[in-house]
């Protein structure tokens, strides 16, 4: 039997496949289509400090192969989703990462500090770069600086008790320097990819479709930008952990991002058309990975970046 | 074990018919078993384009009726007006072609415990699951008064067999090509001045719902509608869908139209809020 478990810094999993944080709610909702147990973990909707409304309807245009969103972080509040929502998954045995966004830097260290205590927790996925804020200048993950200011106030908060994983932007100019900046605070690993900045016009009205005129795009159309995201900054930091997401809704999909150099993979868009996508990925890529020889996942991790072997013939 | 949507299953039902009826399609499914979980109000949602489709995201249809009778066990029937690419791709099928479909999902219409006189409300295609409800309300003893309207004639979705379960039945067309001109909720405030009416079920554009909703106002009649909001899941995990909802204390929220829904109470609902967001944080 092929080892498909996986680490995220210090978190092990038993399954490589992740939900994709606000693609799955808080878990509850999934749990009449898969067996929460028998998946990587249950990434959750990015959690703020206070209850949030979101942005107004639309909020979703269907694109080719994709679609864009401009949910704009509804929720219930930090304090809500603890009494709550983590209790369910806990009680359910589900393995959690609490996906956390903010406006400001402290808002995000108040956050982690409020998880530093909570049961259950697996590790902290750091939004930094959702696309459905009010000011694009506010995407942390957009700014080096500002990206690293989020993540070094996180660590202090978590005091080392949980490792932290920053999500990114692919609408930047250099990746690798916002990456390299976010472990050099102190993240443990990477969530890559999160939504591409995106529009669409509806020819009606002929003004923007979403309510919130830009949103972020999802789903397969944008699978080939999450590979090569994945693949430049497992090229210059070989050793971080990555989790890959980004259009993934076949086994074939998983296992091209475990390739470039994902150690676990997050599906999202996908479970939205099957809400057992996460469980079929996941077997389908375990036969894949069989096929291919592979005694355990691991050993897949970046194999498309292996030296060109001496030729045979 | 959650408690949401706790009867849905994902099945693959075959087209026993697709039949053009006005400007409508009427499709019935060999669903099987599940039939015995839908109710009127839930819905369906479907997988179009095929294995090679671009289009990622299911379509929701509400459920006309169902039937656990006849040789072929449970069947469902679904109108579907072949508006956007997946209508268009759902009316195109075959008999005999398989489907990818999600049900019963989404909240029912809650029916009376003791025989009430009820008005069902129809707009456009809207009225589709309204015939199954009244096969409900009437087997409850219920007197069940329907009006449909629609824009013209052709748009306007009233089979023969479902009159049966009908006291009465009135159409209003605005172009006047089909039973009276003018609009459906025209004559709704004159029958609660009369009393005549306890409960309201509404199904159609939301223009029409909401305009129900002020038109009950004031009055201790029931109203029960099932919104209209665009869907990217179906079973409550992207928060697309969502409308303005106030709780018991009138604290308004964002609900999800496809589990807290479709069908709600309309007097909670916030109709000068939707496309908008509430002004004090929750
Ligand atoms: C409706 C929707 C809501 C999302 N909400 C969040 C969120 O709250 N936090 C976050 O970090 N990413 C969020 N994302 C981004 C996803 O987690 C993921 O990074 C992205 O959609 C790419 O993966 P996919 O193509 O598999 O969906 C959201 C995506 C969608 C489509
Ligand atoms: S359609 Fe996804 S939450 Fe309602």
Known sequence: ????????????????????????????????????????????????????????????????????????????GIDSFLANDLPWLVENRARVIVSIAGETVEEYAVLARKLRSAPGISAVEVNISCPNVENRGLVFACDPDASRNVIDGVRRALGGELPIIAKLSPDVTDLVSIARGVIDSGADGLALINTVLAMVINIDSMRPHLAGK??????????????????????????????????????????????????GVSVGTASFGNPSAVTQIQNELQFLLEARGFTSLTQAVGYAHRIEEASTS | MSAINKFAEQIRPIVVSNKRVGQYHQIILNVGDVVTNCRPGNFIAINVGGESTRMILRRAFAISRVSTSGVLGGTMELIVAPHGQGSRWLCSLQEGAEIDAITPLGSAFGIPTSPVNALLVGGGYGSAPLFGLAEVLKSRGCRVDMYLGASTGSKIYAPMEGKRAVNTLRIYTEDGSMGEIGRVTAPIAQLIAEGAVDVIYSCGPMGMLSAISSIVKGSDVVHQCAVEESMACGVGICMTCVIPVADEFGVTTMKRSCIDGPVMDGSLVQWNLVGKIPEVTP
């Not at chain 1, 994709?20 to 009449?32: D, M």
């Not at chain 1, 949030?52 to 192969?65: D, F, K, N, Q, Y």
Request: charge should be positive; aromatic fraction near 4%; glycine fraction near 12%.
């Open chain 1, 1 to 76: 039997m092929i080892d498909m478990s996986t680490t995220l810094g210090t978190a092990w999993f038993a399954h490589p496949i992740f939900t994709a944080s606000g693609c799955a709610s808080s878990g509850k909702e999934l749990a009449q289509f898969i067996n929460l147990e028998d998946i990587g973990a249950v990434v959750t909707k990015s959690v703020m400090n206070k209850a949030r409304h979101g942005r107004p309807t639309p909020r979703m245009a269907e694109t080719a192969s994709g679609m864009v969103n401009s949910i704009g972080l509804q929720g219930p």
């Open chain 1, 214 to 263: 830009t949103g972020g795009l999802s789903g397969p159309a944008i699978k080939p930008i999450a590979v090569r995201a994945i693949y430049q900054v497992h090229s210059a930091m070989p050793k971080v952990p990555i989790l890959g997401m980004g259009g993934v809704s076949s086994g074939r999909d998983a296992l091209e991002l475990i390739l470039a150099g994902a150690s």
